[in-house]
């Protein structure tokens, strides 16, 4: 038997060697002796060596894609609110600093003309990082609004469309006619760049109960709204730009020419702001009153107590003297007379101020006819 030799543990310089073991019994097997093979180091092939090298030259390229990227990247900012123009959302309607290379880029599709809209700042980062951007500054925003801008045609606009339609398809004068829309003040939205006026088409009018309807449209009917109404007749008064006191005179500037409905206006409603120049408030009326032809009056030339000259005028004879007259009166008018010489009390007829005609009787104009000589007097 062969005796085993055991190593100290506390020398460094022992090798440890795998020796065959002998069991303690004849007859047992003997167990192989286990001996380990060293590795051996084989040489590169070729092919192993071209794949490594496609392998590197690829992830250079990558690298040097993406580098010039990350540097675009910087200085990337989310916009706050936005206006969108067109009917999607770039890039650059979304980002400042966009690459210019895909600062066009569609993003996200724009609410409806006129309409406002949300889109969250997640959605905005994955949209980016799909393009190959990152470090996008969101400035703590969680969402930004975004409103469409459009061209708004209101009621005057509308208003406009179906009267120059009425006027060409049913010969209504369109200076003396508006249209009451139906609803609460239609609006026809249009693309910004939709340029030029609307137009009324497929316009139906009925004269007995002036109702009107019809397709107001922009363009080559690229947007349009149907719309229905009442029309109405217009008539032209003058109404008062400040407020007068009774007694005081109208002045140029005072009166102002407007266009009402007819049926808003009385029968009597003044329709000229010349012919009541000069003349005088008869009331207090306040400014925006629609004059009538009662409230305003001729001054009185003569007033009540006023010394006057009594004229009397026949062909032949002129007379004048003086009086008192005990009322007021404007140009025309007939006031009562006091003869200061008589003391006699006339009727006599104002014909300027402070001035009041006598009309002789019937038989004292035959007389005075008949007569050759012409006399003129005045009595004091």
């Not at 969680?142 to 209101?154: E, K, S, Y």
Request: charged share 20%.
């Amino acid at each position: 038997m062969y005796a085993g030799m055991h190593p100290d543990p506390l020398d460094p310089d022992f090798e440890t060697l795998d020796l065959p073991r002998i069991a303690a019994g004849a007859g047992d097997d003997i167990s192989p002796i286990v001996r380990r093979v060293p590795r051996r180091v084989m040489p590169l092939g070729a092919a192993v060596i071209l794949r490594a090298l496609l392998a590197f030259l690829t992830f250079a390229a990558l690298g040097a894609l993406a580098i010039p990227a990350m540097a675009r990247a910087e200085g990337l900012r989310l916009r706050g609110d936005v206006t969108a123009r067109g009917d999607v959302l770039t890039l650059a309607d979304l980002v400042e600093g966009a690459p210019e290379r895909l600062a066009t880029r569609p993003l996200f599709r724009a609410p409806s003309l006129g309409a406002t809209g949300t889109i969250q700042t997640r959605r905005i980062l994955d949209a980016a990082s799909a393009l190959g951007l990152s470090g996008l500054e969101t400035g703590g925003r969680l969402q930004i609004a975004v409103q469409r801008a459009a061209r708004r045609l209101g009621p005057p606009e509308i208003e406009a469309a179906l009267k120059r339609g009425l006027e060409t398809g049913y010969g209504l004068n369109a200076q003396n006619i508006a249209v009451r829309l139906d609803g609460d003040g239609p609006t026809l939205l249009a693309p910004l760049d939709l340029e030029g006026q609307a137009a009324a088409l497929d316009l139906t009018y009925d004269p007995r109960t002036r109702r009107v309807a019809g397709l107001v449209t922009l363009g080559e009917r690229q947007v349009s709204l149907r719309v229905s109404g009442v029309v109405v007749e217009l008539r032209e008064v003058a109404v008062l730009t400040r407020n007068l006191n009774r007694g005081e005179p109208v002045r140029e500037g005072d009166v102002a020419l407007e266009r009402r409905p007819r049926e808003s206006v009385a029968p009597d409603a003044q329709g000229s702001a010349t012919t009541i120049l000069g003349e005088v408030a008869q009331n207090t009326l306040t400014a925006g009153t629609v004059l009538r032809v009662t409230d305003t009056a001729p001054p009185d030339l003569v007033a009540r107590g006023e010394n006057v000259t009594i004229v009397y005028e026949t062909p032949s004879i002129s007379l004048s003297m003086r009086g008192l007259s005990n009322d007021s009166g404007r140009m025309g008018a007939v006031v009562n007379v006091v003869n200061v010489a008589s003391k006699k009390v006339l009727q006599a007829t104002v014909i300027g101020p402070g001035r009041v005609s006598v009309s002789p009787s019937p038989a004292a104009r035959q007389a005075a006819g008949a007569a050759p000589v012409q006399a003129t007097a005045s009595l004091r």
